[in-house]
């Protein structure tokens, strides 16, 4: 592992709030052979750079999911029990955005336009107040 290697997964693991733990990552990582980053193998330090990465992939695109219902929840779109009506934002979803995916099945790449497109749905509403 490189020291810009190093630098960039103690930052990925700060941030997952692991770095704590690090010697443990770093030992399922490397399947019990080290507890130290600089004696990671390029796969490995590839490897866990992607899983660490993947956690806030996760993290981006459920922030981005919560503003949906969020906006959802404000325009009334609720069941009985004030929970988001899933099977409306779902329908919305697969009828206005271009790939026809419910809310969860949309990509990273794909939400940020679902968001926007919501917005101005719920702005539209905000208006009609």
Known sequence: MTGQQIKYVRFL????GLIDQKEEVVLAATEGRTSHLRDMTHAETEALIKSLGEDENQAIKG???RKVLSMAHEMG???DGGKVNMDRVNAWCQKYTSSHKTLDELSLKELPAVVTAFEKVYLSFLKGL
Do not use: I, P, S
């Open 77 to 79: 779109w609720e069941q």
């Open 63 to 65: 922030r981005m999911v």
């Open 13 to 16: 693991l700060t941030k997952a």
